[in-house]
């Protein structure tokens, strides 16, 4: 099992989906502990603002591209080993939601989802841990969600792409715990996002974005490889799921709405 945890003296961490939301909150942290961020997504605009605060010993660096762009993540690792050495670690965050409703399943919001949600996760993973593999460590955290759990109303595509995230970076350990190189899937449950002001139910145990970004810069310093948050919310759902889908369609009914 690899233990490494990234330290400012390592190199520098890269973000994906850093221009709001969680990802945004991360960059934040994390600069504010020493290290160099370089925060990606698509606006630029967004991205200025961020870098341009003011971090103590550590700074953010806007890096925008768009996470489907397989070249423009290769050439992102390019530059920020270049400039910095090594990748210490990368939290691949960038996602996005499309609501999908059995009564009209739309094949465009699945291709969509898992395009942005699935392969935006692989096209910057892929390159960032070939440059740990050189600098012989790193850190991998993957953003998922507590919809990679079980079914929620209107998440079939987002459901499908989280889960898939879930699997796969359980399957990755086994190599990468051979190579030093951490990887730690992070599952939030309902946290106060752009993202999340779009949904139309009760959201259970909502919580702020600046508590859920320390959760996952306190989360990535342990050698765990879940990072779960609010973790009452989420056992609940783990547990009735695996225990009893009659409990577990009831409970998320009455919670959601659904």
Do not use: H
């Not at 996602?95 to 392969?119: H, M, Q, S, W, Y």
């Amino acid at each position: 099992m690899s233990t490494f945890s990234a330290s400012p003296k390592d190199g520098a961490i890269w973000i994906t989906g850093a221009s709001e939301g969680i990802g945004k909150s991360v960059a934040e942290a994390f600069a504010t502990e020493g290290f160099t961020v370089y925060a990606s997504a698509r606006s630029k605009d967004k991205l200025d603002v961020l870098a341009s605060g003011s971090y103590g010993s550590g700074k953010i660096i806007a890096l925008p591209l768009d996470v489907t762009d397989r070249k423009a993540n290769r050439k992102a690792v390019d530059t920020i080993v270049a400039a910095e050495g090594a990748i210490a670690a990368c939290i691949l965050n960038a996602g996005t939601f499309r609501p999908v409703r059995g009564k009209a399943i739309n094949l465009e919001d699945f291709d969509f989802t898992i395009n942005v949600n699935v392969n935006g996760v692989l096209n910057g993973m892929a390159p960032a841990v070939e440059a740990m593999k050189e600098a012989g460590q790193g850190q991998v955290a993957i953003v998922s969600s507590v919809a990679g759990y079980g079914g929620l109303p209107k998440n079939a595509a987002y459901g499908i792409s989280k889960a898939g995230l879930i699997n796969m970076c359980e399957s990755l350990k086994f190599d990468f715990d051979k190579m030093n190189i951490k990887i730690q899937v992070i599952c939030p449950g309902f946290i106060d996002t752009p993202l999340t002001k779009k949904n139309d139910f009760p959201m259970p145990f909502l919580m702020d974005v600046d508590e859920a970004a320390q959760r996952v810069v306190s989360g990535m310093k342990t050698n765990r490889f879940e990072i779960i948050f609010p973790k009452r919310f989420i056992y609940m759902l783990k547990f009735v799921n695996i225990w009893c889908y009659p409990v577990y369609f009831w409970m998320v009914r009455k919670f959601t709405g659904g």
